[in-house]
């Protein structure tokens, strides 16, 4: 069974951390310590475990931009469980938070290969973002709320 939590303990955040360097800079040559960023006090986070293996398998954030937009960045899902409802989990996890907190619009920076995902659950590309690590393209997203 997969279940949504915040990373609260020293171990939590540790592995919260290793998912996202491992999906999200590890592949590129990146160093460890470049997935931590600056305002991480300031964003809400959520980490997806499995409770059979007690792994976590997902891990997301978002920041408050304005008081009604929400940002979503560093979604990593671990490979293995990609395509099996974790990223949805995380998504709907952090837009239930947006809507609790008065946001009425999330916005993203998506990767070229999520695209199709995050279409599939409502957000659409409003203009090309930028190349990350010189091969990577990412597309900015939206999707508005309702209530």
């Given at each position: 069974m997969l279940i949504v939590k915040i990373p609260s303990t020293a171990q939590e955040w540790e592995q919260y951390y290793n998912l996202r360097f491992t999906v999200l800079r590890e592949p590129?040559?990146?160093l460890k310590?470049?997935?931590v960023l600056k305002d991480e006090d300031q964003a809400d986070h959520a980490m997806i475990v499995d409770s059979e293996t007690d792994?976590?398998?997902g891990v997301a954030r978002m920041q408050t931009n304005t008081p009604t937009q929400g940002q979503v960045r560093c979604v990593a899902v671990s490979p293995d469980v990609q395509g099996k409802g974790v990223g949805k989990l995380l998504m709907k996890y952090l837009e239930d938070v947006a809507k609790e907190k008065g946001i009425k619009e999330i916005i993203l920076d998506a990767r070229e290969n999520a695209v199709k995902f995050y279409q599939s659950i409502g957000y659409t590309i409003f203009e090309d973002s930028y190349l990350l690590f010189g091969?990577?393209?990412h597309y900015k997203m939206r999707?508005?709320?309702s209530k």
């Open positions: 590129w040559g990146q310590g470049s997935e792994e976590i398998v091969e990577i393209q999707k508005e709320l």
